[in-house]
């Protein structure tokens, strides 16, 4: 799975959440909902996948590809947030350097877009949180597993 994967998972459990009295309250047959994390791993960490959670790094994107120019949107807007910088000098498309840019919509559309973007991200805020009810019922799940 991978930290970013292990992270939608969890992620994905909280949008259950809103359920989650539905199935507790269900009686003595709830419908069953499993998720088995037996032999998964979180530890693995995959360089060519883009991890908003953690964004800072050395780029190198085919920006023909519409994942990396997806990407290099929601870096861009990080900078307008002030989250995030584009390190001086380090911006070039195909080779030849250039301004970075300061709209998600000015990204380049083709050729080759190489940066090293730094994160200026404080911790994380409660809105990243897992509900207490949600997780109390994750627990449970993985106890039982």
Same mark, same amino acid.
């Given at each position: 799975?991978?930290?970013? +994967?292990?992270?939608?998972? %969890?992620? #994905?459990?909280?949008? $259950?959440?809103? +359920?989650?009295?539905? %199935? ?14 037996? *032999?998964?791993?979180? #530890?693995? =960490?995959? &360089? !060519?996948?883009? /991890? &908003? ?8 994107? /085919? @920006? *023909?590809?519409? %994942?990396?120019? !997806?990407?290099?949107? %929601? ?7 002030? *989250?995030?910088?584009?390190? &001086? ?6 080779? =030849?350097?250039?301004?970075?840019? !300061?709209?998600?919509? #000015? =990204?380049?559309?083709?050729? !080759?877009?190489?940066?090293? $973007? #730094? ?8 809105? /990243?949180?897992? &509900?207490?009810?949600? $997780?109390?019922?994750?627990?449970? @799940?993985?106890?039982?597993?």
């Amino acid at each position: 799975l991978g930290k970013l +994967g292990g992270r939608l998972l %969890y992620r #994905s459990f909280a949008e $259950f959440a809103a +359920g989650v009295e539905e %199935y507790v309250d269900a009686g003595p047959n709830p419908p069953h909902r499993g998720l088995s994390l037996i *032999k998964a791993s979180m #530890s693995v =960490v995959d &360089p !060519t996948v883009f /991890d &908003p959670v953690n964004p800072g790094g050395i780029y190198v994107l /085919d @920006m *023909k590809e519409p %994942y990396n120019r !997806t990407a290099g949107r %929601y870096l861009v807007a990080l900078v307008q947030e002030e *989250k995030g910088v584009f390190l &001086p000098g380090s911006v070039l498309l195909n080779g =030849v350097v250039q301004k970075a840019p !300061t709209r998600p919509e #000015s =990204v380049p559309l083709n050729g !080759t877009w190489e940066f090293h $973007f #730094s994160s200026v991200r404080g911790p994380p805020s409660m809105a /990243d949180a897992l &509900p207490a009810r949600a $997780f109390s019922v994750l627990e449970c @799940m993985m106890r039982q597993a």
